[in-house]
């Protein structure tokens, strides 16, 4: 079962913050970011594991409750490169290495 | 470090012929997968496969079969093609194994029409 996501959609200005979530009915392993540009393959942003951690990348963090089964990406001082479409894919007691991933979160930054 | 190629990269097919999309790996990862992609859906996993010589299903595994040839080598094959299969198709692998899990390395894709 695919984890969801929210917001499906968010526009940017330059400079400004946005949280991305992602919560699934199932107890959760881990959780894996990853963003896809336009015609191009998705590229990994980070991998939380169980535990509660948060970790950090750039300008872009995230958290991992796995007793709510959720996740957040934080995207601060936002850049015209952040653009793009963001997908949280999860893994569960289904499978360690199944990672299963969500419809998608398409984020674009204005000028 | 070519990391995961897929091949081929554009493929038209008609409704009802077979083929097979190959996905080889250089960097000695253990589990392997195969995902669909289209509009509004999100990536989707068809198989992966944890192991050398083990497949598991994914969401959507009807209408595909697998290979896992060797420890590089993951094919996903459409026995007799449907318009419904018209999709992005992504192969990934990652070190994962066991209870751990590891970042997934995407292949470039292949863009699948059935017309």
């Known amino acids: 079962q695919q984890p969801v996501q929210s917001p499906q959609a968010v526009i940017l200005r330059e400079g400004e913050d946005a949280v991305i979530n992602c919560s699934s009915s199932?107890?959760?392993?881990?959780v894996h970011w990853y963003r896809q540009k336009h015609g191009e393959a998705p590229v990994f942003l980070m991998i939380?594991?169980?535990?509660?951690e948060q970790k950090g990348h750039e300008k872009i963090s995230a958290s991992f409750n796995e007793k709510k089964q959720q996740s957040s990406l934080y995207l601060t001082a936002s850049q015209l490169s952040y653009s793009g479409t963001y997908f949280c894919?999860?893994?569960?007691?289904?499978?360690?290495?199944?990672?299963?991933f969500g419809i998608g979160t398409k984020l674009q930054v204005i000028p | 470090n070519a990391g995961v190629t897929q091949t081929p990269k554009f493929q038209v097919l008609k409704t009802g012929q077979s083929m097979t999309l190959q996905c080889a790996q250089d960097m000695n990862h253990n589990s392997m997968y195969w995902y669909r992609q289209d509009p509004g859906m999100g990536l989707r996993l068809i198989y992966y496969?944890?192991?050398?010589?083990?497949?598991d299903k994914g969401e959507v595994p009807n209408g595909y079969n697998v290979s896992r040839l060797n420890k590089r080598e993951f094919s996903l094959r459409l026995e007799s093609a449907a318009p419904s299969q018209t999709s992005v198709y992504f192969c990934?692998?990652?070190?994962?194994?066991?209870?751990?899990?590891?970042?997934?390395?995407f292949g470039s894709g292949t863009q699948l029409s059935v017309l």
């Open positions: 990934a692998s990652s070190e994962a194994r066991g209870t751990k899990s590891e970042k997934l390395f």
């Open positions: 939380l594991l169980k535990g509660g």
């Open positions: 199932k107890a959760l392993y881990s």
């Open positions: 894919g999860t893994g569960d007691s289904g499978g360690y290495q199944k990672v299963t």
């Open positions: 496969s944890a192991s050398e010589g083990t497949t």
